[in-house]
């Protein structure tokens, strides 16, 4: 089997996708052309959930990433990028598989957003209640 040029995924989180690929490389990370620090700002949590999946398979210096993401929120966008990562490195490895599902990183996270309903000021809270 020849080996592929890159391999992808494609991760979702909220109303984000993330499109990922990954070529051999020594580790270069970019985030819709810019690198993680500067996309995500000075929050270290959503830059260590970004590199996430490559840490845990021992793979942080092995390829390069490019992402293009859009939609949703930077937190968002941060998850989206993580399942994308997984799932492209599954395309690298099945074996992969039972490290990544046991970190959680291969579920896709079904929590949205939950619509506003009539009569009500957001999706759960009422107008308030006056007795006089």
Known sequence: MDA????????????????????PGSGEFVVNGRSPEDYFG??????????RPLALTNNLDSFNVLVKVRGGGVASQ??????GIARALLDLDADL????????LLTRDPRMKERKKVGLKRARKAPQYTKR
């Open 78 to 83: 941060a998850g989206a990028v993580s399942h």
């Open 42 to 51: 000075a929050r270290d949590l959503l830059q260590r959930n970004v590199r």
């Open 4 to 23: 592929k040029r890159y391999y992808q995924g494609t991760g979702r989180r909220k109303t984000s996708v993330a499109r990922v690929r990954l070529f």
């Open 97 to 104: 598989r039972a490290v990544l599902k046991k970190a959680g």
